[in-house]
């Protein structure tokens, strides 16, 4: 007799929309790989800050008024509903701020007969504390994915890592997505037996190697380049690849992202005279990332905190090695040669001397595809709907 399929509400503010297409799509990925399994079925909140103006000229906000109250991508119905940012005191009433904006939704949806049996929720801190309340409000079991600074960063303030304590402790399972953050999670008071890592997976029909002579052709790539990618925020570390430029004057450099530092790191270049060897892409579109990747010779992350990093895991499964600083799950990912090196620390000069060692001995690009073919999504698919049926058979007794 078939199995009746696993009804879930995902609900992260990480989610992409029409406005934001690339913002958390790692939450997307993961779960349209779990839906091709066949067993579940699932409906997303995603809840966006409220602001009355849409517009560049408003920033980031502007853009969140832009986000569609309803839409549908890759066959995923998704509400985005608005909830209110209070600045100053906003971190700590975050969760009920977002709790009390998100149950008109959830009411709406049950009436329209979407009765699912667990909230998936994604991101600690505020989303998965405002999933908490929901559930108890409702009746239904719920599980956390903490992905990187919700565990690494946020528990730092006092209200907010109660409120995470709280809601780790009504929880019935927790998910991390790499055994760097389970540890931190344990360190913090959380019990070890409710947090199972499950890593990050790739798309490896997606991100594969290409011609890489056409593509550097096209791309007008010329001697060794690297390419940085990532949010232009200070945590990613692009300043540092580019200072490290002016001592690796064999390379080229490439930094794909949009955000606030783009003009510093556009005067940082030409402070360095790099204006030759330094382009800054702005944002790229998923298939242009991949052919920049492809045709790369190495990725550079010099980031001060990942969970797991996507952008490792589609370079690696594009055939370029990558050179990474050793923050939290970076090193489960990067752990044999074909993938590349492990910076010494977070510095100019560990960014010169892991690029410099990489170029060295550098790897077979087959192997490090062949190395990416293991981070497939089918064990975390599969880790996914273990934990979902143990949580709903316990609920039922």
Known sequence: MATKPIKILTFSSLYPNAAQPIKGVFVENRLRHLLASGEVEAKVVAPVPWFPFAGQLFGSYGVFASVPRYEVRHGIEIWHPRYPVIPKFGMSLAPLLMYWAVRPTLRRLKAQGFEFDLIDAHYFYPDGVAACLLAQSLGKPFVVTARGSDISLIPGYSIPKKWILWA?????????????????????????????????????????????????????????????????????????????????????????????????????????????????????????????????????????REGMANVLLESIACGTPVVATPMWGTPEV????????????????????????????????????????QFSWDETSAGQLRIFREIITTHML
Do not use: W
């Not at 990613?236 to 949009?258: D, N, Q």
């Not at 402070?271 to 045709?295: F, I, K, Q, S």
């Not at 790897?363 to 490090?368: K, Y």
């Open 168 to 304: 780790a402790g009504k929880s019935r399972a927790l998910i991390s997505v790499c055994q760097a953050l389970k540890d931190e999670m344990v360190s913090l008071g959380i019990a070890a037996d409710k947090v199972t890592p499950l890593r990050n997976g790739v798309d490896l029909d997606f991100f594969k190697p290409v011609d890489r002579d056409d593509v550097r052709k096209e791309l007008g790539f010329e001697g060794e380049v690297l390419l940085s990618v990532g949010n232009l925020v200070e945590v990613k570390g692009h300043h540092l690849v580019i200072e490290a430029l002016t001592r690796l004057p064999h390379c080229r450099l490439y930094i794909a992202g949009g955000g606030e530092l783009a003009a510093g790191l556009t005067k940082l270049v030409r402070e360095h005279g790099l204006n030759e060897r330094v382009t800054l892409l702005g944002p790229l579109d998923r298939e242009t990332l991949r052919r920049y990747m492809a045709a790369a010779d190495a990725l550079v992350l010099a980031s001060s």
């Open 334 to 373: 990067v752990a044999v040669a074909e993938a590349g090196v492990l910076t010494r620390d977070r510095s100019v000069a560990g960014i010169v001397e892991g690029v410099n060692r990489l170029f060295a001995a550098y790897p077979d690009r087959a192997a490090t595809r062949r190395y990416a073919e």
